[in-house]
T-cell receptor, first 114, second 114 residues
Framework: DTGVSQDPRHKITKRGQNVTFRCDPI?????LYWYRQTLGQGPEFLTY????????KSRLLSDRFSAERPKGSFSTLEIQRTEQGDSAMYLC????????????FGPGTRLTVL | AQSVSQHNHHVILSEAASLELGCNYS??????LFWYVQYPGQHLQLLLK??????LVKGIKGFEAEFIKSKFSFNLRKPSVQWSDTAEYFC????????????FGTGTRLKVLA
């Protein structure tokens, strides 16, 4: 069990550019979650997948955001036309029914939009 | 609005002092409750969780929490803190099977003075 991994760990981009983040969950975890955390706040839910199906999306996930989990394993989160307000830590977590649905978090990707 | 409240945003204690961090939630019905810790430079780690049964749950590193349903509370306690407990602590709630996403509180930043 190598834990949840995320890549890249840091991303600096200019406003208007597109960025894509990757998350590799714990093997055989069927649920995968994306959260966003800004300074001084707790993580806020963005979206989650059960296997390859995206089952829930937050209102925070504007049409510039898209997430995929094509084979039910790793997931990508893409932000198009980034804005300065997108600067945050993007966290991925995974869970399974056998684990009582306890979520295990990755180290996050810190996005800075200049 | 449904939410999770952590009233103590910053707490400073001396080593060996007792700790209690408050967490209140506003959801009715069955909930799962969690406390996560984030040490400086590290990712979120599970401290303890409550799904059902004994309302007093014990977690790692000497932490415990008590679920009081009538007060919608899940306070975190530790009888004697150590310098190494310096971290940010987050309370979270989810309500499966309707939704598996976590709702987090804003976090409590604890500093323990040696």
């Amino acid at each position: 069990d190598t834990g949840v991994s995320q890549d890249p760990r840091h991303k600096i981009t200019k406003r208007g550019q597109n960025v894509t983040f990757r998350c590799d969950p714990i093997s055989e975890h069927n649920r995968l979650y994306w959260y966003r955390q800004t300074l001084g706040q707790g993580p806020e839910f963005l979206t989650y997948f059960q296997n390859e199906a995206q089952l829930e999306k937050s209102r925070l996930l504007s049409d510039r955001f898209s997430a995929e989990r094509p084979k039910g394993s790793f997931s990508t989160l893409e932000i198009q036309r980034t804005e300065q307000g997108d600067s945050a830590m993007y966290l991925c977590a995974s869970s399974s029914d056998s684990g009582g649905d306890t979520q295990y978090f990755g180290p996050g990707t810190r996005l800075t939009v200049l | 609005a449904q939410s999770v409240s952590q009233h103590n945003h910053h707490v400073i204690l001396s080593e060996a002092a007792s700790l209690e961090l408050g967490c209140n939630y506003s959801y009715g019905g069955t909930v799962n409750l969690f406390w996560y810790v984030q040490y400086p430079g590290q990712h979120l780690q599970l401290l303890l969780k409550y799904f059902s049964g004994d309302p007093l749950v014990k977690g790692i590193k000497g932490f415990e929490a008590e679920f009081i349903k009538s007060k919608f509370s899940f306070n975190l306690r530790k009888p004697s803190v150590q310098w190494s407990d310096t971290a940010e602590y987050f309370c979270a709630v989810n309500r499966p099977p309707g939704t598996y996403k976590y709702i987090f509180g804003t976090g409590t930043r604890l500093k323990v003075l040696a």
